[in-house]
């Protein structure tokens, strides 16, 4: 086996080169929320490189997530997502590092939580719920650790409007303007978002739906590719390959 997959990042090190896939190789990423934006997010890193994982959720993978989650299969039905963003992983690359816990994080809990935690170079936050997206920031801010939050792709049809920016630059995304707005009243610093400055497609919900089934619809396509934007700034970022962007954002 590790003579079929010794060349498992020959690409990558062609526009890489040697000392930016160590670079990946060795760095840690901790990944809070494996749903469509975390998992697909996740499975892009494994594939680029990335060697250390820490992966946060308290779900199990049902059979509502089969249109957009990169762990969600027929076999993988019922299985917590931890567990089955740990397999995806090593299914990739055996010799990753992957370090999980099964917890809902709330305000009040994140910061004990993540404490508990190997710190990481990057903090990725595709959780949905604003109050502990904030106390993401906050907790990857005090740390000095890079920090990127998925907003809103609900409801959303069109992936070439998908955007990478800093959180104060973004516009027209109803999570991106909250997020804006509670940032400034706890003095949070700027930090990078995936966004989409589409407006929300009407939700044609059966009448008897309930809760998210009868609120946010999603397209098979949004969420993955949200994880892989997000992916991309964070293989970018450790490697210095938008040291540039970063400097005019």
């Not at 760095?27 to 990335?50: P, T």
């Not at 993401?136 to 907003?151: K, L």
């Not at 700027?190 to 809760?211: H, N, W």
Request: net charge negative; hydrophobic share 45%.
């Amino acid at each position: 086996m590790a003579e079929q997959i010794s060349n498992a990042t020959a690409r990558l090190e062609l526009i890489l080169g040697h000392k930016r896939l160590a670079r990946l190789e060795s760095a840690c990423v901790m990944v809070l929320g494996l749903g469509g934006v975390g998992s697909n997010c996740v499975e892009a890193l494994a594939r680029g490189g990335i060697g250390h994982f820490v992966l946060v959720d308290a779900d199990t993978v049902e059979a509502s997530n089969l249109n957009r989650q990169a762990i969600a299969f027929v076999h993988t039905l019922g299985q917590r997502k931890t567990d089955a963003t740990r397999n995806l992983i090593l299914d990739i690359n055996p010799a990753a590092e992957v370090k999980t816990l099964d917890a809902f994080l709330l305000k009040d809990n994140t910061s004990t939580l993540l404490d508990t935690l190997p710190c990481p170079d990057v903090l990725v936050d595709a959780i949905d719920t604003v109050s502990a997206k904030l106390a993401a920031a906050r907790w990857a801010q005090e740390r000095g650790v890079y920090f990127i939050s998925s907003m809103g792709g609900a409801n959303k049809i069109h992936p070439e409007l998908l955007k990478v920016s800093m959180l104060s630059q973004t516009h027209d995304d109803a999570l991106a303007r909250i997020m804006r707005k509670e940032s400034r009243k706890r003095g949070l610093s700027d930090f990078r978002v995936v966004y989409s400055p589409e407006p929300a497609q009407e939700v044609l919900a059966p009448k008897d739906a309930e809760g998210k089934a009868a609120q946010l619809g999603t397209m098979s396509y949004i969420p993955p590719i949200m994880g892989q934007l997000i992916a991309s700034d964070i293989i970018l970022h450790l490697t210095s390959l938008n040291q540039s962007e970063e400097n005019r954002a």
